[in-house]
């Protein structure tokens, strides 16, 4: 009875030491991942120009307008183009990445969403949110109406 009542002391003391290395580990795992996801972010920025912090998660599932309403909001209600093309292009939401700035330009302008404040800049306009038609072709009369109620040039 006292071998194996030595045995489970040995083995709950060595239990305790690699549950402890292990705690340890987890801390150190979560070290490398901030400091990787950082420089990610950082590396990124240099190389895109995209605003430092902006998950690209955020942008799946909507339209390019949605997308770039999204883009301004985080930069502070101000869109540049170039990182708007950048962070659409990186989504998957343009496939074209040719024509990805005409294509971009175009849905910022058509959406009456926002208003020009310099070459390559815009801003969100004081209502800042989509209706049913921004940026979207229309497809009957009253889809019509409503988008000439929002921007007379869609129609």
Known sequence: MGEKQTTIQYLTQVKRELTAERERLIRVEKQLLSVSETLDLLLHKEEKGA????????????????ALVRIAKSNGGTLKLRDGKNL??????????????QRIHGAVTRSGVFEKIARGEYRLRQNGTLSKNNGLRTSGLADTLDAQSINPKLV
């Open 88 to 101: 659409l292009i990186s989504a998957g939401l343009v496939q074209d990445t040719k024509k990805a700035s």
């Open 51 to 66: 605003p430092l912090g902006f998950e690209i998660r955020q942008l799946h599932g909507l339209t390019q307008v949605q």
